[in-house]
């Protein structure tokens, strides 16, 4: 197979993994394979015996495994110290970095392995310390070499040796093992002697970072080392001594069920890791391992967190009482985007925490004891109640994720509620008190809860919908295992007793899956974003698009758009809502100090309502307030004005305009202005024209920042005519026209396509030259999409990019000839910006716009 066939097998390849029906397929096919796997490993194992095998549990052995998962985040904390010394070295001190890395793995681990590097939590760090998308991508990034660096040095290292019981795994002979494990040190020794030859960049698609030296990919290797060791060690120290007895066998063993873990999608690869742990090590029917399960997962995830957690909830109590100090405010810094992801840990912790202990069995003493004190329906209702708390609240942890208020209160109620329902299902205190110290950070937190939205906080998008379901099938899995003891019959589901455990887990699961299934359900068919529509047009802003200087202004009378107004009327800010987006066509209108707090109301309702907020094609006035509301400022091309100061159609570059102007009038052609208080009697004729025109387009009208032939919209303004030597009307335009006569301009443009060709440019330059007879000091020939962007090395990411489709994207739309035909009317041109959030979010900003404007991307296409 040559070089081409390979690249292109593996093109198809990675197309093929990411199709969404593969990447749905495949996280399903390793939840469904892993939970047979546990059904039938552990169809033997008795609660009881687990619940003994954790009381046995030796407090060495619990401080010895609580040693190995400090010194593994010990090996996290160092990526992110070494990561950030190599990307952005002097911006922010080690111990900053270090504490970023430790707490936000802590945090995102309970979320899933998924997170295995943190990297939407430490996105969200370094972002709000004020790194760029292309540093916080090259921390990421070089964290991920030391994983995959110090993976390397260990597998060379037994592959080389090959020591006792790596044969069990890797079914190879020793002198392959060693081979390989010899082609793995030379290749790590070839990638230092690569390094220290000076500074090497990685680059993709104009997008790169500068690789970390020798000094520090040695200390990121090492980290890497120490960070797999130690959370290896974790587990293997609390396993039965007499099952792993090879820490090779065992290391291999752990790594493959992580990996699995991370393409389940579960949280925490709950289950999946389980699964793979216990089959490979061949530990069917053993209570001890899975007991050793359970308390890797308490000392390894649910510890590290509660100690983030703890810490998260002092440094924001200081915050809130406005006494941090310098130190502190690079905590507090850390800790404000945090809030979130911990905020939505401790609800599915919360959550698990409820449906896991509603599918065990109760403590028969304390329910005796209960019993003495409460019904029967009140302990059967409780723990119904309990079950169905316990999946609201992993639910509702998106909302909390999105820092939406409902979502907040709704989870304060529900912790209450499962506070209540703790104590009177089986007087379980230890659930309750862990409940009433949620529900305490969750009040800390509160000022972190401030959006509000329509939409049911209840919907999932499929992401959440797969990692939850797996999540509430692996506690379901628990429950199983329990009761397996108890031979099923059907007369369990009609079962009420005091020790009827087993048909109160039937019947809480049952009613458990019904409500996820209604919920995914409701989420899948109703999911999409609330957006309000547009609102008719208030009269001030009529007067002020008059006044308004700038012909942009109006866009805002096309009659898609919502308003908001400043109190004196002295300004407006219009803009369209997609769902997810507040985008504003332009800049405000009226006077600019009004204008300043018009922005941030519009940057604050987004806020409020979770969405995005960006402002489209603004020009430089207001730069210094978008950079204050924290916004990204990306060019998007430049507009073009012509000085209509003694214009003329004289020179070369106009003379396809001066010789069309001239035939025109040759042949009887009548250049004529429509006021608008006359327009109605030539809107029939005016409507054929266009239809006809834009029939020849096979496409639609546009929206949002070019209007459509729309009466309502078109009767707002003076209409330029070409009439033919009969009278009948050719081509007409629609006429800006600025305050005090500062600037003209047009929108539609329009012909019947049966007339001759030279009526478009004839009613062109007729429109120029009586701009400048009439007084207007400029004309606006519009914006050129791209244009002016420098496609330089040093330049943001995002300008790269529109530089490179200015330069390479010329066969899909002529942006080079739309520039080059307004450039012979020698204008002033002036840069055109879209102010948005930073990293991902505008491209998906731009994509809004195109829906807006065309339709999506069948519109564009159009």
Not at 216 to 233: H, K, Q, T
Not at 787 to 792: A, C, D, L, Q
Not at 830 to 851: D, H, R
């Amino acid at each position: 197979m040559d070089t081409h066939d390979a690249s292109s097998l593996s093109a198809r390849l990675v197309k093929v993994l990411e199709h969404p029906v593969v990447r749905l397929a495949l996280p399903l096919v390793v939840l469904c394979l892993a939970g047979y796997v546990l059904t039938r490993l552990a169809s033997e194992v008795r609660w009881s015996d687990v619940k003994a095998d954790i009381a046995a549990s030796s407090w060495s052995t619990l401080g010895l495994a609580a040693f190995w998962t400090a010194a593994s985040y010990v090996g996290l904390a160092s990526y992110d110290i070494l990561a950030v010394r190599s990307v952005a070295r002097k911006r922010i001190p080690d111990w900053v970095a270090g504490f970023a890395g430790s707490s936000g793995y802590a945090i995102s681990n309970l979320l899933g392995f998924s997170y295995l590097t943190g990297t939407a939590v430490r996105y969200r760090i370094y972002s709000s310390l004020g790194l760029e998308l292309n540093h916080v991508a090259g921390i990421i990034a070089i964290s991920w070499v030391g994983l995959w660096l110090g993976l390397t040095l260990i597998l060379s290292i037994l592959l080389t040796l090959h020591p006792q019981g790596l044969s069990t795994v890797v079914p190879l002979n020793p002198t392959t093992e060693t081979v390989i494990g010899v082609a793995l040190a030379v290749a790590l020794a070839g990638l230092f002697l690569w390094l220290s030859r000076g500074t090497r960049r990685v680059s993709v698609a104009d997008f790169g970072f500068d690789l970390p030296g020798v000094k520090l990919g040695g200390g990121l290797m090492m980290a890497g080392v120490i960070d797999l060791c130690g959370s290896a060690l974790t587990l293997y120290v609390l396993m039965p001594s007499d099952l792993v007895q090879s820490p090779t066998f065992f290391f291999v063993i752990y790594v493959g069920a992580i990996a699995l873990g991370i393409l389940s999608h579960s949280p925490g690869g709950l289950g999946v890791f389980e699964a793979a742990m216990i089959a490979g090590l061949g530990a069917a029917g053993r209570p001890d391992v899975l007991a050793a399960l359970l308390l890797y997962r308490v000392v390894y995830t649910i510890l590290p967190f509660v100690v983030a957690i703890v810490c998260l909830a002092v440094v924001w109590a200081i915050a809130e009482h406005r006494t941090v100090t310098q130190s502190a405010s690079w905590v507090f810094r850390i800790a404000r985007p945090v809030v979130p992801f911990a905020a939505a840990s401790i609800s599915l912790l919360a959550g698990s925490v409820l449906l896991f202990s509603g599918n065990i069995p109760v403590d028969s003493d304390r329910l005796g004891v209960l019993l003495d004190v409460l019904p029967l329906s009140v302990i059967e209702a409780s723990h119904m109640i309990g079950s169905v708390v316990g999946l609201l609240l992993i639910v509702i942890s998106r909302g909390l994720f999105r820092k939406l208020y409902r979502a907040w209160l709704i989870a304060i109620l529900l912790m209450t509620v499962g506070f209540v329902v703790s104590l009177t299902k089986g007087l379980d205190w230890e659930e309750s008190l862990g409940l009433l110290a949620a529900i305490g950070l969750l009040a800390l937190f509160r000022s972190a809860f401030y959006r509000v939205e329509g939409a049911s906080v209840f919907r999932l998008n499929g992401t959440w919908i797969l990692s939850l379901a797996a999540l509430v099938l692996a506690i379901t899995w628990v429950g199983f295992v329990a009761y397996s003891h108890v031979e099923y019959r059907d007369e369990l589901w009609w079962d009420f007793a005091l020790h009827a455990d087993a048909s109160r887990f039937l019947r809480a699961s049952l009613v458990v899956a019904i409500l996820l299934a209604g919920i995914s359900l409701d989420s899948i068919v109703l999911n999409r974003g609330t957006r309000s529509g547009p609102e008719p047009i208030p009269d001030v802003v009529r007067k002020l698009v008059a006044e308004s200087e700038d012909t942009e202004a109006n866009m805002a009378l096309i009659g898609d758009k919502s308003f908001l107004i400043a109190e004196d009327g002295s300004a407006f800010l219009a803009y369209a809502d997609t769902g997810k987006s507040l985008i504003t066509k332009g800049e405000p209108v009226g006077d600019e100090e009004a204008g300043r707090d018009l922005i941030w109301q519009l940057r604050e309702k987004a806020d409020r309502e979770s969405k995005r907020c960006a402002f489209y094609a603004v020009s430089p006035r207001y730069l210094p307030t978008f950079l204050d509301l924290g916004l990204s400022i990306l060019k998007i091309g430049e507009v073009a004005r012509v000085d209509l100061t003694g214009f003329t159609l004289d020179g070369s570059a106009k003379k396809g305009f001066r010789q069309a102007r001239n035939r025109a009038s040759r042949e009887g052609y009548v250049f004529e202005i429509i006021p608008k208080q006359e327009l109605k009697e030539y809107l029939p004729e005016l409507k054929a024209i266009s239809d006809k025109w834009l029939a020849t387009k096979q496409g639609e009208e546009k929206s949002f920042a070019l209007g459509g032939f729309d009466e309502g919209y078109v009767s707002n303004f003076d209409h330029a005519v070409l009439r033919d030597p009969e009278g009948r009307i050719v081509a007409f335009a629609n006429l800006f026209q600025g305050g005090n006569k500062h600037e003209l301009s047009l929108d539609l443009m329009r012909y019947d396509p049966d007339a001759p060709s030279f009526v478009m440019d004839a009613l062109f330059a007729e429109l120029m030259l009586w701009g400048a007879q009439t007084g207007f000091r400029w004309f606006s020939l519009g914006a050129a999409p791209f244009s002016g962007i420098e496609n330089r090395q040093l330049a943001s990411f995002w300008n790269r990019v529109g530089g490179f489709v200015y330069d390479h994207g010329e066969q899909f739309y002529h942006f080079e000839g739309l520039r080059s035909f307004k450039q012979k009317f020698d204008p002033v041109w002036t840069p055109n910006y879209l102010a948005s959030p930073g990293g991902l979010a505008a491209p998906k900003i731009l994509y809004e716009v195109n829906v807006l404007i065309s339709g999506g991307i069948r519109g564009l296409m159009k």
